[in-house]
């Protein structure tokens, strides 16, 4: 083990660098296998800690390919809110659009 070549990015089959090499992934996918594959494995770090992080690359991964980030959601749901007002709020037949 070196800091240049850490053993919490190696499987048993092939090296985490490798694989997103061979396979040509993207800078986010990259990142979301590197975190996930370590998990747990690196010291200092739980496997929660680098799971989140996975998720964290995720969700920026699926709102580039959402074409709208979460800046821009958060911000049409306060116009939303602000055309809407609390009048729609208290029918409880209307369901927002922005809620999932």
């Not at 959601?73 to 609390?86: K, L, N, P």
Request: hydrophobic share 30%; with cysteine.
């Amino acid at each position: 083990m070196s800091k240049q070549n850490p053993d919490h990015y190696k499987t048993a089959l092939i090296e985490v660098w490798d694989y997103i090499h061979e396979n040509d992934l993207c800078y986010f996918k990259g990142n979301i296998l590197k975190y996930v594959i370590r998990a747990g494995r690196k010291s200092g770090e739980t496997e929660l800690d680098d799971l989140l992080k996975a998720k964290t690359y995720l969700e920026k991964l699926i709102a580039l390919k959402s074409n709208v980030t979460s800046e821009k959601r958060d911000r049409v749901q306060e116009m939303y809110d602000a055309a809407c007002g609390d009048a729609l709020s208290c029918d409880p037949s209307f369901t927002n659009p922005f809620d999932r």
